[in-house]
């Protein structure tokens, strides 16, 4: 998580001191991209600390709850979506340039905005709709993220909803099974339909 974080602000630094700085689209995306990972590996920079602490025997280091949970699952998902659809949003970019031939001016006043605003908007959706369904939970890494309430072992053999009193207050199998295959789905295969789409129309 250090490394990368590092990475992305070097690289940052970089476009800021190329030539062009940011005022090209295209160094803007790769701005917007590095933003993503560094978000994403802000998720493990914690040590563990930020997991609900009833599965120290489980999760090394846990010493959070429920809502320390929901603020990792947020850098978890957040970030796991924009680096994907930014990258997405960095295909279709010479797709405008090489095939159709637009200008920097046609897509900074046209397209570039939609680069932008699609990915928060789809990483801020995805967030908000796995929270409503429950589905941001431990997820055996030492962070949250999309998945059920089923990997510790003490929900192993538990009815969906039981809890241990005493011990453990999250309920085993918390979570929509449905809607958390749905989201992971949605955000593995769309981006990498886009990207192949848009290098095959180049090539």
Same mark, same amino acid.
């Given at each position: ?21 940011l ?48 603020? &990792?699952?947020?850098?978890?998902? +957040?970030?796991?979506?924009?680096g994907?659809?930014?990258? $997405?949003?960095?295909? =279709? !970019? ?37 929270l ?31 809890? &241990?009193?005493?011990l453990?207050? +999250? ?8 809607? $958390?295959?749905?989201? =992971? !789905? ?18």
């Open positions: 998580g250090m490394i990368s974080v590092i990475s992305s602000f070097t690289f940052i630094w970089m476009l800021r001191r190329s030539h062009d700085g005022s090209t689209p295209q160094n803007r995306v790769l701005f917007g991209l590095c933003v993503s990972d560094i978000i994403y590996s802000c998720t493990y920079l914690h040590f563990g600390m930020l997991v609900p602490k009833e599965l120290d025997y489980w999760s090394w280091n846990a010493r959070g709850d429920m809502a320390t949970c929901h603020i &990792t699952g947020f850098l978890n998902v +957040i970030g796991g979506i924009l994907p659809f930014y990258n $997405a949003s960095l295909c =279709v !970019l010479p797709l405008i340039i090489v095939k159709y031939q637009k200008s920097d001016e046609y897509i900074r006043n046209k397209i570039e905005l939609f680069l932008h605003v699609v990915p928060w908007l789809i990483a801020f959706g995805w967030y908000i709709f796995s409503v369904m429950g589905n941001i939970n431990p997820n055996g890494a030492g962070t949250c993220g999309v998945t059920l309430y089923t990997r510790p072992p003490h929900c192993s053999g538990m009815e969906v909803g039981s809890v &241990t009193e005493g453990f207050d +999250i309920p085993c199998g918390r979570g929509n099974a449905k809607a $958390a295959i749905f989201t =992971v !789905l949605f955000g593995l295969i769309i981006p990498p339909i886009v990207m192949i789409t848009c290098l095959t129309m180049i090539y």
